[in-house]
Structure formats: C-alpha cells, structure tokens
T-cell receptor, first 113, second 110 residues
C-alpha cells in the first residue's frame, strides 16, 4: 500500500476553513478514486478521476467539495468552508485501468474543530 | 444500485481458531475485492477475486459468482489478523465504481 501516497496523514481545520487533501497514485496508475469513511462504517465512493478528467462524481456533495487530477502532480480533494460533519477519514485508491484492482493509500484523517 | 451484505458483523476468536467471513451481493459483478483494515486504519489488499478460489498463506477466498457470494477463510488466526474485513464489488453493466459492504469486525485474543 505504500505505493499510493496520501498527505497529510492528519489534518485539523476550524469550521469555515479550507481543507486540501493530496493523493499521488502508484506508478503507472492513471485512475484515482476518492472515498470517505465515517467511524464504524464502510467506505463511501466520492469521485473517480483519470488524468485531467472527472469520470464519475456521483458520490460527491454538490457544494463545497471538488476534486482534480491534473496532468502533472497529485490528485487533490478540496473541501471549502468545512463543517463538523466533514470530519472523517478520506481514502484515495488508484488502479492501472477501469475494472482493475484498486490499491489504497493510508488515508487522511480530517478533524474539524 | 447493488447491495453488499457482509456477515457476521462482529467476530471474536481465540488465537489459533479458524473462521469464515461471507459477502453476499445482489447482482452480477465484474470485480470483487477483499480488504483488511488494520487497527491503525490502513487498508490492505487481500484478494482480487471476481470468481474462483485463491490462497495466500493462511488466507483463502472463494467467489461463486453465479450464486452471488464470496467467502474469506482465515485459518490459524493470529492477533495481527484483528481489524475490519471489507468486501467491495463492482456491478456488471458499465459501472466501474466499487460498492463496499459494512465489514466484519474481527478481534483475535491471545
């Protein structure tokens, strides 16, 4: 799992601030997925991206949340004007192609004060 | 969308015991993975197994796609096996988005 790098591991923000979560996929992987996990629950899909394209964002809240995967650099999940309910673990996974096994990063634990 | 149910929700074992975890899904699938989330929150790939049987050390998995279930076997359990085991499936028919079950929480006592 060390191949998918997420940072930071822990992020603390006050209500109203912005949170930026980064994910560098495994080498050779061009597909990135973001998930959110609340305590005692499974992972919920948020968004699926390929380089420079959002393929499916059906699991992402319509407001305050956005994601990108630029041609160069990591994928970014951005949460604007954070609220307490945004507190969760956010996981990124990558795969070499559609319908291929996903490999997960260690997650970012986001805490909102 | 596809429904994924895992059982049992919780399992407590003594070290050395064997166990079977089950994942039922409501529709045909292209892809099925088993993951272990350790007590530190890390997600470890166990198996990519849309059909058939695979083994890796003390762990093995079998997916019977026609009957819409998968089983994860843990033999001679160790305390390091503790954590939550998730099944994730991708439904057939054009979707490439995995749906996760709620997991089986396993505690192995020494």
């Amino acid at each position: 799992n060390a191949g998918v790098m997420q940072n930071p591991r822990h992020l603390v923000r006050r209500r109203g601030q912005e949170a930026r979560l980064r994910c560098s996929p495994m080498k050779g992987h061009s597909h990135v997925y973001w998930y959110r996990q609340l305590p005692e629950e499974g992972l919920k899909f948020m968004v699926y991206l390929q380089k420079e394209n959002i393929i499916d964002e059906s699991g992402m809240p319509k407001e305050r949340f956005s994601a990108e995967f630029p041609k160069e650099g990591p994928s970014i999940l951005r949460i604007q004007q954070v609220v307490r309910g945004d507190s969760a673990a956010y996981f990124c996974a990558s795969s070499p192609g559609m319908d291929q096994p996903q490999h997960f990063g260690d997650g970012t634990r986001l805490s909102i004060l | 969308g596809i429904q994924v149910e895992q059982s049992p929700p919780d399992l407590i074992l003594q070290e050395g015991a064997n166990s079977t975890l089950r994942c039922n899904f409501s529709d045909s699938v292209n892809n099925l993975q088993w993951f272990h989330q350790n007590p530190w929150g890390q997600l470890i790939n166990l198996f990519y197994i849309p059909s058939g049987t695979k083994q890796n050390g003390r762990l093995s998995a079998t997916t019977v796609a026609t009957e819409r279930y998968s089983l994860l076997y843990i033999s001679s359990s160790q305390t390091t096996d503790s954590g939550v085991y998730f099944c994730a499936v991708v439904a057939s028919g054009g979707s490439y988005i995995p749906t996760f079950g709620r997991g089986t929480s396993l505690i192995v006592h020494p």
